[in-house]
Each structure stands twice: as C-alpha cells, then as structure tokens.
C-alpha cells in the first residue's frame, strides 16, 4: 500500500487505472481510523479493483469554536488498518496542498442542511460537499463508501452527486458499534472512563425509542420527550438535538418508515452523534 501525499500523483494513479479498465472504490475518512472505517474500505476492496483511503481533517468543515485542532491525527495506524484490510493508496493530502489559497469556488446545498447538524453546525455541509467534490475529482472513483452514522453527511451527498452529474455512485454503509452498543467514533477517544459509560445513552435511548414504535406509538414528540427524559437523567450529558425527521430532513409529528430518529448529545465536551431509520432492523 502506498501513502500519497499530493494531489499530482494521486491524479496520475488514478488516470492509469482508469487507463487499464481498473474501477476505483474511494473511502473518504478524516483519519483515527477505527472498525467502522474498516467495514467501509472492506467493503470497497470486495466490490472494486483498487481501492483508495483518504485521510484529510478538513479545516473548512470545522466550525470556529469545534475541534479542529485537537481532532486525533494517527495516519502511522491509519496506514496500518487500511494496509491490513488491503486497500491499495492512502491520500493524505497536506491542507495546503487542498487549499493552497483561500478557496473562492464551494459546493453548497440548500434544503437538506436546515436542520439537525446543518443548522447545529453552519458551514460544516459546504466544507464537506467541497472537499468530498474535490476527493471526486482527484480520485475519479467508480464507487465511494459513506457510513450511516452521519446519516444527514450521506443523504446530502447522494442528492449532491445526483444533482451536479457526479459519475460516483455512492454506496451507504451500516452503523458500526462497540459491543455495548455505542456507535464507533474517532471523537469517542476524547471520552473519560465516566463519559464513556453516559455516551451509552445514545444508543440505549435509540432501543427505546425502537421498542417504543415497534409497540405501535406513532408520535414523534412522545418519543422525543421520552429519550430527552432519559438523557436529563444522565450525568455529563447535555442534548443538542433530538428529532425526528423526514429523509428530506423536516420534522414530523408523526413517525412512518423511512424517518430518521437523530439525536447529538454533548458528553463533557464531546460532541456524539447518532440515528436509527425507523423501519429497519435495530441490529444491538
Ligand atoms: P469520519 O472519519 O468521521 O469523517 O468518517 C469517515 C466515514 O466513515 C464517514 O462516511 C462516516 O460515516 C463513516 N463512519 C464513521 N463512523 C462509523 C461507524 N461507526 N460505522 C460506520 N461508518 C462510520
């Protein structure tokens, strides 16, 4: 496996493989790779010839007072479990090799972002849209992988791929989880041993709510109610949001297959995301 660092020979890999009739699999990752970025890049070395792991930390996508600074950087590791799982390039770029001069050109989109973490984040969902255009452009992949833990991510850039003729077809993948249930994440090594043990009130309220609808309630502002209840009850942990949304991302008041129950939940200073589409096998 080799580690790419500019954007002129990642373009030359992947002009030979188009050349040679080789179809590319693109894993975009902000690196600290875990088990749910491996499912991804497994997945993409089982459906494509070569397969390429970015590793960028993305400042555009940052907001002023996130964690852009302190997010965990380990691209010897990173090397490591994509080698392992047999992935073909890591490209890691610099930022100035991304973002040699301020950008003046963005990939927005309109709509999708008005709730949940678009309107929690402003400029997060440009800063990605943006850099995952230029990942398209830079790698020309055949497929990319995204994981449905950041589910409003996926949504928008399956309909910005659509939308401006991406040739990418994009390939959703499932949520990850530590056997307790909590959903894998890079930010999950900011957590204390105690912070670790409240952040399980994410995916324990999502078994709630799951039985709750599977028991036939059809309200979304008694399940809302009922996980903001639990979550009060937890030390450390403060709600950003709790909805319950449309797959165009509007709350609804009543619950129907296809909906998506998100919630963001600040454990100490860590922000942790996580969703269930309500119709689908809770698999923990
Ligand atoms: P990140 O490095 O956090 O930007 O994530 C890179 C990709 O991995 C995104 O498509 C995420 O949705 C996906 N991902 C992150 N955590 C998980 C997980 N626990 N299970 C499945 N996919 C994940």
Do not use: W
């Not at 990942?135 to 309909?159: E, M, R, T, V, W």
Request: hydrophobic share 40%; glycine share 6%; net charge negative.
């Amino acid at each position: 496996m080799q580690i790419i660092k500019t954007i002129n020979e990642m373009r030359a890999i992947t002009k030979r493989l188009g050349a040679d009739g080789k179809s590319i699999g693109l894993v975009p990752t902000m690196g600290a790779l875990h088990a749910g970025h491996k499912s991804l890049i497994d997945r993409s070395v089982s459906e494509n010839d070569a397969t390429i792991v970015s590793v960028f930390v993305n400042p555009i996508q940052f907001g002023p007072n996130e964690d852009f600074e302190k997010y965990p950087r380990t691209l010897d590791a990173d090397a490591e479990i994509a080698s392992d799982s047999r992935a073909d390039y890591i490209f890691a770029p610099s930022a100035a090799e991304m973002y040699p001069q301020k950008n003046l050109a963005y990939v927005d989109i309109t709509d999708l972002q008005d709730n949940l973490c678009g309107a929690k984040r402003p400029g997060h969902f440009r800063g990605v849209c943006t850099v995952v255009s230029k990942l398209f452009n830079i790698c020309s992949p055949n497929k990319a992988y995204f994981g449905k833990k950041d589910i409003q991510q996926l949504y928008i850039i399956k309909q910005m791929t659509s939308d401006l003729n991406f040739s990418t077809e994009v390939v959703p993948c499932e949520i990850m989880r530590d056997k307790d249930g909590l959903a894998l994440s890079s930010r999950n090594v900011y957590l204390s041993p105690d912070e670790r043990k409240s952040a399980l009130v994410l995916s324990l309220s999502i078994k709630k709510a799951y039985s709750a609808i599977s028991d036939g309630e059809t309200s979304s502002q008694i399940v809302i109610n009922m996980i903001k209840g639990m979550i009060a009850g937890v030390e450390n942990a403060k709600i950003d949001y709790v909805s319950i949304v449309t797959p165009q991302f509007k709350d609804t008041d009543t619950i129907d297959d296809g909906n998506i129950l998100a919630l963001a939940v600040y454990i100490g200073k860590t922000r942790l995301i996580d969703n269930y589409i309500i119709g689908e096998t809770l698999c923990f």
